[in-house]
């Protein structure tokens, strides 16, 4: 590639915020996009989709690749993230399962599942570098070159206005957006610091901890698994609760040990001793590394807690929970599904047409 910025490059990032900034006549606000974040660099023919973690996604999604030489100008690095829809809503589930080493299993769901690429800054086009530009300018480049783009490849929208933004937080939830960020509009572009913000729902639910997995430094808790009853009575592994400080872990082991459940046949999620990969049981085989160890310690579900989580994805929590605290007033069976806040629907065209 002969481009003025070159793989791999790190990200800027945002710091979580409780409450809006307001503006100060500087910020910009965008929507907070559910994807895999991703940095496309362009240069003719020759196209390169590098990841947050700097292991390229290029080979993982061809339909994206072809979109970039069919939509994009013939050299451009810009910065986005990539998504799939299910309706009118964010698929992250789907997106996930794109990750696959089988090179007919990435063809067979690129036809299946296709993915977008939503850019949402610019780092490069033509000869020129926008690294050291402030983002206001940035953004109006953006802007530019996207009266050739618009198929698979798209921009989000922007607003400079804080109460708009915050009308967005709340109607676009509906289509899987997670929250808003918030840029400064006089920064350079700032690779791996966290110089922008971002502001995330936050709910709570009442959990059953059925099981712990140990922390990598030793036999001290590393996260809760958590579970919730569906209307069949049918306990559902739906997410993991952790970031407890190191005292914590190990007072976490004391709590636990008596409802550690020593007969694995018992437990709910028994089954995946015998059938490893289940989709709602916390054995399945890391997408990302295949070596990361996954096994878990059985509680007897009968402790329930609260913990704090920003959205669903599906039937699971999209991210890790925070836990709150213990609910010794709640029964394991209170904890259903039906507890759970859902948004109301809104249509991802209506967010990318603005």
Same mark, same amino acid.
């Given at each position: 590639? %002969?481009?003025?910025?070159?793989?791999?490059?790190?990200?800027?990032?945002?710091?979580?915020?409780?409450?809006?900034?307001?503006?100060?006549?500087?910020?910009?606000?965008?929507?907070?996009?559910?994807?895999?974040?991703?940095?496309?660099?362009?240069?003719? =023919?020759?196209?390169?989709?590098?990841?947050?973690? $700097?292991?390229?996604?290029?080979?993982?999604?061809?339909?994206?690749?072809?979109?970039? #030489?069919?939509?994009?100008?013939?050299?451009?690095?810009?910065?986005?993230?990539?998504?799939?829809?299910?309706?009118?809503?964010?698929?992250? %589930?789907?997106?996930?399962?794109?990750?696959?080493?089988?090179?007919?299993?990435?063809?067979?769901?690129a036809e299946q599942t296709p993915a977008w690429f939503v850019a949402f800054d610019l780092l490069a086009v033509g000869d020129d570098s926008l690294m050291e530009a402030p983002f206001a300018e940035r953004r109006a480049r953006l802007k530019e070159i996207f009266g050739h783009a618009g198929g698979s490849v798209r921009l989000t929208p922007v607003t400079t206005n804080g109460e708009q933004a915050a009308e967005w937080f709340e109607i676009f939830e509906g289509a899987g957006i997670d929250g808003i960020i918030v840029k400064p509009g006089d920064l350079g572009y700032?690779? %791996?610091?966290?110089?922008?913000?971002?502001?995330?729902?936050?709910?709570?639910?009442?959990?059953?901890?059925?099981?712990? #997995?140990?922390?990598?430094?030793?036999?001290?808790?590393?996260?809760?698994?958590?579970?919730?009853?569906?209307?069949?009575?049918?306990?559902?592994?739906?997410?993991? *609760?952790?970031?407890?400080?190191?005292? @914590?872990?190990?007072?976490?082991?004391? $709590?636990?040990?008596?409802?550690?459940?020593?007969?694995? *046949?018992?437990?709910?999620?028994? *089954?995946?001793?015998?059938?490893?990969?289940?989709?709602?049981?916390?054995?399945?085989?890391?997408?990302?590394? *295949?070596?990361?160890?996954?096994?878990?310690?059985?509680? @007897?579900?009968?402790?329930?807690?609260?913990?704090?989580?920003?959205?669903?994805?599906?039937?699971?929590?999209?991210?890790?929970? #925070?836990?709150?605290?213990?609910?010794?007033? @709640?029964?394991?069976?209170?904890?259903?599904?039906?507890?759970?806040?859902?948004?109301?629907?809104? =249509?991802? =065209?209506?967010?990318?047409?603005?």
């Open positions: 590639m %002969d481009l003025p910025v070159l793989p791999p490059i790190a990200p800027m990032l945002a710091k979580a915020v409780k409450t809006m900034p307001p503006q100060d006549g500087t910020l910009f606000y965008e929507p907070k996009w559910d994807g895999f974040r991703c940095i496309v660099f362009r240069d003719g =023919d020759d196209v390169h989709l590098g990841s947050r973690n $700097e292991r390229p996604f290029t080979r993982y999604f061809p339909e994206l690749v072809d979109a970039v #030489r069919r939509e994009l100008p013939e050299r451009v690095v810009l910065d986005g993230e990539i998504v799939i829809r299910r309706g009118a809503e964010l698929d992250f %589930d789907s997106l996930q399962n794109r990750i696959h080493p089988a090179a007919s299993r990435v063809r067979l769901l700032m690779p %791996d610091k966290r110089v922008m913000f971002k502001v995330k729902h936050e709910r709570t639910a009442d959990v059953v901890i059925a099981g712990y #997995r140990e922390h990598k430094s030793g036999p001290v808790v590393g996260s809760l698994l958590l579970g919730l009853y569906d209307d069949a009575g049918v306990l559902h592994h739906v997410g993991v *609760a952790g970031a407890f400080p190191m005292a @914590r872990r190990a007072e976490l082991v004391t $709590e636990l040990a008596p409802y550690v459940e020593g007969d694995l *046949a018992a437990h709910p999620w028994g *089954a995946w001793a015998e059938q490893p990969g289940g989709q709602r049981l916390p054995g399945a085989v890391s997408r990302w590394n *295949a070596k990361k160890d996954l096994s878990f310690i059985p509680l @007897r579900p009968e402790l329930v807690a609260e913990v704090a989580y920003d959205h669903m994805e599906g039937d699971r929590f999209r991210h890790t929970a #925070r836990f709150r605290r213990w609910r010794v007033d @709640r029964t394991p069976a209170s904890c259903t599904y039906g507890q759970l806040e859902r948004p109301l629907g809104y =249509d991802l =065209d209506a967010i990318l047409a603005r």
